[in-house]
């Protein structure tokens, strides 16, 4: 069984959404936290120091896209939910820089007419990350802000390889370090707030075999509503190569779309919270070699500044 993609490309959509409006409408005139983060859902506003969190999600799997980019629907009697919980904490240690830790816990239910139903999960990938802001969204109306982002992804879950049979329900990783960095453009227009992120991920060989580097694109925009609440929607684009084991595996390059729509509700200064919808839509040629699924998630937040 080949790994799924990377565990935060395929949710990136999702968490550059999350940090692309983690600030409520003060923003309008601070512009202060435009734009995401490629590794982390936890993003400070210019005036917090740390912050925790937690994100729910849960996931059904609508189908699959073949070598081809043809989508094909689930046989008869197959299904398959994922679940996870993601906590996060990050810290400022610069006016402009901060740093994060993401502990995924994730838990998979399959069942086949054959083999039954099947339930296992365990701690995945535990990713850490850093983020300086060089230029801050609408500080200039000419230059739009810049960040960089930089982060590592350890194999501290279950690869495929090492799962239980038959359905190996109890993988949550991928087997590999996985070094990550980014750029981030992002400006407000009024109460709107535009990103534009390029993320590429490099891992290391794993079980014999070398995955590709991978590269993903993701567009977001959000809107600030005069009572502080946001919606936001974002849509990214992963992709990689064939990977290599003694020689190219033919046929095993990955591209994967994900549409994530998404809210925020700012309880209060310190607690706020965050909702969504997330989509691979079922389309022939928006992925390859690749699961499709729909999903929802629940983001709790407590900030300290």
């Known amino acids: 069984m080949r790994p799924r993609s990377s565990p935060s490309s395929r ?16 923003a309008r005139a601070q512009a202060c936290c435009a734009g995401g983060s490629a590794v982390t859902p936890g993003r400070l506003e210019l005036h917090e120091d740390a912050l925790v969190g937690v994100e729910l999600k849960a996931a059904s ?32 240690v610069l006016r402009r ?37 060089f230029v801050v969204a609408g500080e200039s109306r000419l230059i739009p802000g810049v960040a960089v982002l930089a982060g ?9 390889e090492l799962a239980s049979p038959p359905l190996a329900v109890d993988a949550t990783g991928i087997g590999a370090y996985q070094v990550n960095a980014a750029l981030a453009l ?30 993903t694109l993701l567009a977001a925009a959000a ?16 992709f ?33 919270l965050l909702g969504g919808v997330y989509l691979d839509p079922p389309i022939d040629g928006l992925g390859s070699n690749q699961p499709a699924v729909g999903g929802l998630t629940l983001t709790i937040i407590r900030s300290w500044s």
Request: aromatic share 8%; glycine share 12%.
């Open 11 to 26: 949710t990136l959509a999702l968490l550059v959404a999350l940090a692309v409006w983690g600030c409520p409408s003060r």
């Open 97 to 133: 820089g901060q740093v994060a830790l993401l502990v995924p816990l994730v838990e998979t239910q399959r069942q086949d007419p054959r083999d039954g139903g099947h339930f296992g999960g365990g701690i995945g990938d535990i990713n850490l990350s850093a983020r300086y802001d």
């Open 186 to 215: 992002e400006q407000t227009f009024g109460p709107w707030l535009v990103n534009a992120t390029g993320l590429l991920a490099i891992r290391t060989p794993r079980f014999g075999e070398q995955l590709a580097p991978q590269g």
């Open 240 to 272: 990689e190569g064939d990977a290599s084991a003694n020689g190219s595996v033919p046929s095993s390059s990955k591209r994967v779309t994900v549409v994530t729509l998404s809210g925020l509700w700012p309880v209060t200064d310190s607690w706020r």
């Open 223 to 238: 809107y600030t509503l005069p009572s502080d609440a946001a919606i936001a929607l974002s849509a990214s684009y992963a």
């Open 61 to 92: 799997l609508l189908g699959s896209y073949d070598t081809s980019g043809r989508y094909i629907t689930n046989p008869a009697g197959d299904t398959e939910g994922d679940f996870e919980e993601d906590l996060f904490g990050a810290v400022r």
């Open 152 to 160: 590592v992804t350890l194999p501290t879950g279950k690869p495929p």
